[in-house]
């Protein structure tokens, strides 16, 4: 079983800044990547930013220049930084974990439970 908790969502202005954190904790044996998606009411989900643990990023084009992804990879935790932040970031952001969770598994995706960023004057 895998933990995904998330934090740092929350209501902020256009223009401000906000940070996530989402650390995976529990049984996991090898990790391939993580990243950050959100869903906005409405629309589908949609990838906002992943790195893999040998340090690959990549970003949606509507986010370059704004938000920047990172890991830790001793504490299984990724962070996304968003600045400039703009009423149409406002989104439910999940995290997720592409990671074999036992040697015989393959890798697979998990699903944190969310967290609510709003933009708003």
């Known amino acids: 079983q895998v933990q995904l908790v998330e934090s740092g969502g929350g209501l902020v202005q256009p223009g401000g800044s906000l940070r996530l954190s989402c650390a995976a904790s529990g049984s996991i044996f090898s990790i391939n990547a993580m990243g950050w998606y959100r869903q906005a009411p409405g629309k589908e989900r949609e990838l906002v930013a992943g790195?893999?643990?040998?340090?690959?990023?990549n970003y949606a084009d509507s986010v370059k220049g704004r938000f920047t992804i990172s890991r830790d990879n001793a504490k299984n935790t990724v962070y996304l930084q968003m600045n400039s932040l703009k009423p149409e970031d406002t989104a439910v952001y999940y995290c997720?974990?592409?990671?074999?969770?036992?040697?015989?598994?393959?890798?697979?995706?998990?699903w944190g439970q969310g967290t609510q960023v709003t933009v708003s004057s």
């Open positions: 997720n974990l592409n990671a074999r969770l036992h040697w015989y598994s393959a890798y697979d995706n998990n």
């Open positions: 790195i893999t643990w040998g340090g690959s990023i």
